[in-house]
């Protein structure tokens, strides 16, 4: 059974940092492009960050030089380091696996407010 657990949200004020966790079990995580997408009320969820099998990284423009995304393939756990938030950032967070088969977590929130 595929299991995408999210974890590190929370609330933090503008300006501030988070760093989210996404451990996978079930899957062959190395060979997974991960990704992490995020869904504000009322919006459609949207592409936050990804990153490949062999670490390439693609970013949407709104997150660029704030949030970054790493793996360590070691732990199955795909990371979204999170600084200079906005409330614009706010939105429950999603961790996705994409390969031969596409898999979703069930998020994690995160609001930005003081």
């Known amino acids: 059974q595929v299991q995408l657990v999210e974890s590190g949200g929370g609330l933090v004020q503008p300006g501030g940092s988070l760093r989210l966790s996404c451990t996978a079990s079930?899957?062959?995580?190395?060979?997974?492009?991960m990704g992490w997408y995020r869904q504000a009320p009322g919006k459609q969820r949207e592409l936050v960050l990804t990153?490949?099998?062999?670490?390439?990284?693609n970013a949407a423009d709104s997150v660029r030089g704030r949030l970054n995304i790493t793996r360590d393939n070691a732990k199955n756990t795909v990371y979204l380091q999170m600084g200079g938030l906005k409330p614009e950032d706010t939105a429950r967070y999603y961790c996705?696996?994409?390969?031969?088969?596409?898999?979703w977590g069930l998020g994690t929130q995160v609001t930005v407010s003081s």
């Open positions: 996705n696996a994409y390969g031969t088969r596409v898999h």
């Open positions: 079930g899957i062959m995580f190395s060979i997974y492009t």
């Open positions: 990153i490949s099998s062999s670490g390439g990284t």
